[in-house]
T-cell receptor, first 115, second 117 residues
């Protein structure tokens, strides 16, 4: 158990809908990262927050947004869902932001299926 | 830009034998970190081992060791005394210290390891 929690574990929804994925980082970790894992794209970085502020953006679609709250939990919002958004979404956390050696610990993931 | 290449889509190893999973990388960052993660069929990503580019010694964690050859830009994972529970996907990843690559991990496509009893 990495100490990172994600809810829900599974999510099935229809095209055009909006969903919210939730992540709680390990105790003491200030950084939260979101990754998407799909069969065709592999593991891709979406976005990072550090202590409530956006720190880095990767291949995140405009239909997707995220935030980190004062209690450090984070939510990833996916809207106008398409079939291609079906994937495993991971949240990871680390103590710091950019220092090497700050390993990222991953949550169990949320498997999103868009039908 | 950073790039990770894992050329072995799948590997088989006999139980109790050692196995090496290959990883090569490309980066222009002077400092970087290399990571290996394990993903069992249940889906979670488990951190295994970390190697900093300026670390003098190769990293080891229990049965895992990282064979780091900086000049060849390779960071191979060695698993000794393989166990049935080692059957999983293994991902090599890296992070730099400058620009956008200093935050997120860049992953390879993974190697599926199957341990044969």
């Amino acid at each position: 158990d990495s100490g990172v929690t994600q809810t829900p574990k599974h999510l099935i929804t229809a095209t055009g809908q909006r969903v919210t994925l939730r992540c709680s980082p390990r105790s003491g970790d200030l950084s939260v990262y979101w990754y998407q894992q799909s069969l065709d794209q592999g593991l891709q970085f979406l976005i990072q927050y550090y202590n409530g502020e956006e720190r880095a953006k990767g291949n995140i679609l405009e239909r997707f947004s995220a935030q980190q709250f004062p209690d450090l939990h984070s939510e990833l919002n996916l809207s106008s869902l398409e079939l291609g958004d079906s994937a495993l979404y991971f949240c990871a956390s680390s103590v710091g932001a950019g220092r090497l050696g700050n390993e990222q610990y991953f949550g169990p993931g949320t498997r999103l299926t868009v039908t | 830009a950073q790039k990770i290449t894992q050329t072995q889509p799948g590997m088989f190893v006999q139980e109790k034998e050692a196995v090496t999973l290959d990883c090569t990388y490309d980066t222009s960052d002077p400092s970087y970190g290399l990571f290996w993660y394990k993903q069992p069929s249940s889906g979670e990503m488990i951190f295994l081992i970390y190697q900093g580019s300026y670390d003098q010694q190769n990293a080891t964690e229990g049965r895992y060791s990282l064979n780091f050859q900086k000049a060849r830009k390779s960071a191979n994972l060695v698993i000794s005394a393989s166990q049935l529970g080692d059957s999983a996907m293994y991902f090599c990843a890296m992070r730099g210290v400058r620009g956008a690559g200093s935050y997120q991990l860049t992953f390879g496509k993974g190697t599926k390891l199957s341990v044969i009893p």
